[in-house]
């Protein structure tokens, strides 16, 4: 059975950090990545990276200031996200997908429960 668990979600004031964790088992995986989301808004990507070679993709609004690493020893996918705004606030995802890698929630097959971040102002 595929489990995919969140930790280290938070309340971070504005400029802050957090650092995720997504603990994986039950099978190996291609790709992976975190998503977000918001009350109200749709599911949206935050960062992924192919789990064979590391390497990885963001959007703009991450880039520069969220990292996303693995460590395959562990099978733990991580996020370091620095320099909080408010508008970071959101359900963060950890997912995992069979094949391939990429920014395209709906090639995801597998997704953790989510973490709460919130970034005070």
């Known amino acids: 059975q595929v489990q995919l668990v969140e930790s280290g979600g938070g309340l971070v004031q504005a400029g802050g950090s957090l650092r995720l964790s997504c603990a994986a088992s039950g099978r190996s995986f291609s790709g992976m990545g975190w998503f977000r989301q918001a009350p109200g808004k749709e599911r949206e990507f935050v960062a992924a990276i192919s789990w064979s070679t590391g390497t990885t993709q963001y959007p703009d609004s991450a880039e520069g200031r969220f990292t996303v690493s693995r460590d395959k020893a562990k099978n733990t996918l991580y996020l370091q996200m620095n320099s909080l705004k408010p508008e970071d606030t959101a359900v963060y995802f950890c997912?995992?997908?069979?094949?391939?890698?990429?920014?395209?929630?709906?090639?995801?097959?597998?997704w953790g429960q989510g973490t709460q971040v919130t970034v005070s102002s």
């Open positions: 997912a995992a997908r069979a094949t391939g890698w990429g920014k395209f929630l709906q090639n995801y097959e597998f």
